[in-house]
């Protein structure tokens, strides 16, 4: 029987063309997607970039109409945007920094009519520049680089040595890069005096109540653990490192990003559409319970107030991430370890308080 040479390589150079046309399709998707994702990073980044610039517009401008209430000589030439630039520097130079202080220059001005005596110094040496500066400046221009592992960079089978990424950044620059970066340059913040101003006095007079309401709640937990046995209690050390520990294996269980400091990862999390209350919630829950069982762990004050921090937690835009709950009608349905609605009949202050558990008086939140 005869060989059909023909046939055999014929048959081999059509099987090598469909695999090197499998390939080629392979690595087309490969680098779509490769594209796809950056165009989409970048798009992001491009939005968060203008929904800053437009957020710290608006919180200048906020800042800019306290010029005139300022009770400080402003030197001749000298902008309303120099004004609220420096105020901006001096409350941290966050857009939720500056916010804040908004909201504490208008508390004072309406309660004081103005906010004479807080400004301690200006650092006017701006030669006059305009909130366009001060904008760039303080929010950045988004890079556009791309950044694919060398190992990812190839295409696959036949083309696995050919750069799937080549000509793409150029793409990107065309696409996203759009003004050059402004130069950055230095601001003195303004020296303002926010002890002084009606809520933080506001807030010192309930923080008072708050370290009283500790105090007292102390002072009936030991009542009650009045010659019970306490071997197992907590030192405020043990405590914080049980606490520590619990928090990341919550955290890892639900997918929650923690930094170095031990703290939330907020905006990963709303990515992730995770619920920060109902974690905080659980948390504070857990650490009561421990307090409680671990018979004469919440004599300590420094435990006490390690509880009502984590119960007082807020968020980037400054809300409570635990939402408070409404009074049961029974007293019987309190739940230890819950953060409620409620008003203390003592101190007269409503809000949200944590009810640690019977025959404890509930403790106000920190503000």
Do not use: C, W
Request: charged share 30%; aromatic share 6%.
């Amino acid at each position: 029987m005869g060989i059909n040479m023909g046939a055999i390589v014929g048959g081999i150079a059509k099987s090598l063309d469909e695999r090197l046309k499998d390939d080629m399709r392979r690595t087309a998707e490969r680098s779509d997607r490769v594209r796809e994702y950056h165009v989409t990073r970048a798009s992001r980044k491009e939005e968060r970039f203008e929904a800053e610039q437009k957020e710290l517009e608006e919180t200048l401008s906020n800042l800019a109409s306290f010029m005139s209430k300022s009770g400080i000589e402003i030197p001749e030439g000298v902008t309303e945007a120099d004004f609220a630039a420096q105020l901006y520097k001096g409350a941290g130079g966050t857009i939720s920094g500056g916010k804040e202080l908004v909201k504490s220059l208008r508390l004072h001005d309406e309660k004081k009519g103005d906010i004479k005596g807080l400004i301690k110094q200006a650092n006017f040496v701006t030669k006059g520049k305009g909130f366009g500066d001060y904008i760039n400046n303080f929010v950045r221009r988004p890079s556009s680089m791309i950044k694919v592992p060398e190992n990812l960079r190839g295409g696959t089978g036949f083309l696995k040595n050919v750069d799937i990424t080549k000509g793409m950044q150029g793409e990107m620059d065309a696409m996203f890069t759009g003004d050059k970066q402004a130069d950055k340059f230095d601001i003195k913040g303004i020296d303002l005096d926010r002890s002084q101003m009606v809520g933080a006095i506001q807030y010192r007079k309930e923080q008072t109540a708050t370290d009283l309401a500790i105090e007292q709640a102390q002072a009936n937990i030991k009542k009650t653990n009045y010659e019970t046995d306490m071997a197992d209690a907590y030192t405020s050390s043990g405590f914080m490192s049980k606490f520590e520990k619990d928090k990341k294996a919550l955290a890892d269980a639900r997918g929650i990003q923690l930094d170095q400091n031990n703290n939330i990862n907020i905006k990963n999390a709303r990515e992730k559409k995770i619920d920060l209350g109902k974690f905080q919630a659980d948390l504070v829950k857990s650490m009561v319970n421990t307090g409680n069982t671990a018979t004469g762990t919440l004599n300590d004050k420094r435990n006490l107030a390690l509880v009502l921090s984590q119960a007082s937690v807020k968020d980037d835009k400054g809300n409570y991430l635990i939402a408070p709950k409404t009074m049961p009608s029974k007293a019987k349905d309190l739940v230890a370890g819950t953060v409620y609605n409620m008003l203390n009949k003592k101190s007269g202050i409503a809000g949200p308080y944590i009810h640690l558990g019977v025959g404890i008086p509930p403790i106000p939140l920190f503000k």
